[in-house]
């Protein structure tokens, strides 16, 4: 790891964004793309999957695969996320994830959007294969996890109270303004990002091949939402992943 513990908290609550190269190797992400490949076919019945078949997302995959499974019990990453949720208490799961270029894509996340505007909220995510600007590249507005930046886009762009989701348009008025606010992550595989996604945010439309990632969601001090804990796929057939 890169940096202390005490940086990247100190980058989240700043910029509400930090990113560590390499932070998984070659053969550990070469392992999880084939592991997201077998899942995909063994809960092909249980895959999320967006309206145009570009982003396939396996719920809950650290439950059903030993290759996996050491990204959400990360000892660096769980230190953080306690850390900066201050809160011991943590439940979640990790979200694997394959997306491949289709016309229409909206990309990862389908759009720009934050997870809740009330609350700080954090994730990891880590790159799977190579990403640059035209394999999806996580965007991130930096700075606006803030809740002085919260209201101040309120008064500002116009955006509603607690809005979630938000149209080019709206986002592309932002960065036309402030470009400086527009953070787009590209990254060798291996790449990790952790983020507050009460920051606006999204995976940026494909524009050729495929992108693999694992992402880690998390809650402190409650349960798993039973809208996403319904998404989470078997635990059965441990042994076939």
Known sequence: VEASDEQVLAALEDSGIYIVKDYWSADQCAA????????????ADRIWKDAVGADYRIFGADRVS???????????ITRVVQAYERSDT?????????????????????GWHRDRADVRQIKALVYLSDVDAQHGPF?????????????????????D???NRFEDAEADAVIRKSPERLMTVLGKAGT????????????????????????NYYWSDMEIPPHMAALIVSREN???A
């Open 32 to 43: 999880a793309i084939a592991t997201i490949d077998g899942l995909l076919e063994t809960y």
């Open 66 to 76: 030993a290759v996996i499974q050491p990204f959400y019990q990360d000892p660096f």
């Open 139 to 159: 965007q991130y507005f930096s700075g606006s996890h803030k809740s002085s930046q919260v209201i101040k886009d309120q008064v500002v762009e116009g955006f």
């Open 238 to 240: 441990l042994a076939t």
């Open 90 to 110: 943590i439940h979640g799961f990790t979200l694997a994830a394959k997306i491949a270029y289709k016309v229409n894509n909206r990309g990862s996340g389908g």
């Open 161 to 163: 109270f607690n809005q």
């Open 192 to 215: 990790l990002v952790v983020m507050d996604t009460r920051g606006i945010h999204r995976g940026k439309p494909i524009e050729t091949g495929e992108r693999y990632a694992l992402t």
